[in-house]
């Protein structure tokens, strides 16, 4: 039996994920060999001066990992990963074209990991997953389960947000969150404010309501706390829609100051807010949410879709009371019945192992790498954009319009969207929101940025895509 005994000091994960990560890191080392017996677990525990429960969950993460197999009566042994491959993906396996060509230009999409040791990492959490397959695919209570939940608030906390499990929930998206939470706010022919340039889903929600949405009119900062207050008076709104981080399409994020004055009048007025914080983990040190300044008042949407991945389908919603638990989640489950079990699962493991640190790393560089290469090819001043925003907002000259811009931009291979799609009230600007992430790499990407920067210095007649 090898005398192991690991210093859990040595991983930031939980104590049963770091006794894998340890055993893992010890293998490389040398520390541990392929045949090694570990120590049983209640010894091992003892040692540590730990449940046994934690020794016994680390070495079924251990085994999970095909690092270790247990036999009853014999104890468990160091494979090494040698039956990795059958426990998980092969490694000959190819993607297949009719998946890997799926794209929407028409949203906001993050950089795609393209780091192979990443890719490798997220698909050893899908082969863990896939371990518990059968019971992930049955029906499952709406919200997560006490580890998703667990998950969540762990994920959540990187935004100062410390709420009780009982007001978090574990979402299809935020999409569905959006519709069940203003259809519980306003009734048809009701009001609800946004931002005047804002989320486009926010507008088909409303459509989808019949609510009334009302724009507000912002500055550099966000919208006018005066503006807002006035709103308030006139028209009595239901709810208030925020994008306050990074917001979408015009990249801004509304500082901490105003975001108290917001409050303030929110309070004063008894406006709920729905905060849509889809952008507010890109930051590494972005100002407070809402949520944490009036947490009694904001509904807080934490989308996975920028962060992590759109295609989990995933967002964690804080509720602002106990009091909006039970019409939220009877909402829900007629709308959606559950977020796949599968999804919430691989998040969960995400988290736990660190593998969604990394993925959020990746993003955060890769965005700010983006914005980089754009300020060295467009003229200063001539659009709008933070330095680690997905996408630039650009006004057009020089006889452009914004239709006659997204056609000459169809082919590049980025998403271009009018600013029509953004508009709540008056007319739509001459301008565009132009996406930089996507599965498109960064030699791609600075072609079609040369492509429109060459565009944008003459007027439409001049450029070579009319005939």
Known sequence: MKDWHPDLTRSSSPRYMAIADLIEMDLRSGVLAVGDRLPPQRELAKRLSIDFTTVARGYVEAQKRGLVDSHVGRGTFVTGGQDRERRGFASDAAPDPRRASVVDFSMNLPPEPDDQELIARMREGMSAVATNLIPLLRYQGFGGSG????????????????????????????????????????????????????????????????????????????????????????????????????????????????????????????????EDDAYGFIPLHGPPPLAAIAPDLTWHIGGLAKCIGAGLRLAY???????????????????????????????????????????????????????????????????????????????????????????????????????DAFTVEGAAPEAVRVCLGGPIGRDRLKVALDFMAHALEGPPEMSASFF
């Open 147 to 274: 580890m998703d939940k667990e998950a969540a608030a762990a994920w959540l906390s990187r935004r100062g947000l410390v709420p009780s499990q009982e007001r978090i929930f574990v979402t299809p998206g935020a999409h569905p969150a959006l519709l069940a939470i203003f259809g519980l706010l306003a009734k048809p022919g009701e009001t609800v404010l946004s931002e005047n340039i804002t989320y486009p889903g926010m507008r088909s929600i409303a459509a989808q309501l019949r609510l009334n949405l009302s724009g507000l009119p912002m500055d550099e900062e966000g919208i006018l706390p005066d503006a807002f207050a006035e709103a308030c008076e006139r028209l009595k709104p239901k709810a208030l829609y925020l994008n306050p981080t990074l917001q979408n399409p015009l990249t801004l994020t509304i500082p901490e100051k105003r975001r108290e004055e917001i409050a303030a009048v929110a309070r004063k007025y008894h406006v709920p807010v729905v």
């Open 317 to 419: 919603v804080v509720a602002p009371d106990t009091k909006a638990i039970w019409p939220f989640v009877s909402a829900m489950r007629a709308n959606n019945v559950m977020a796949s079990p599968i999804s919430v699962a691989l998040a969960t493991r995400w988290i736990e192992d660190g593998t969604a640190d990394t993925i959020l790393r990746f993003i955060r560089a890769e965005a700010g790498a983006r914005q980089q290469m754009v300020a060295h090819i467009l003229p200063e001043g001539s659009y709008k954009a933070d330095p680690i925003s997905f996408n630039i907002w650009l006004p057009l000259t020089n006889g452009w319009t914004r239709s006659t811009f997204g056609s000459h931009m169809r082919s590049s291979g980025i998403g271009v969207v009018a600013s």
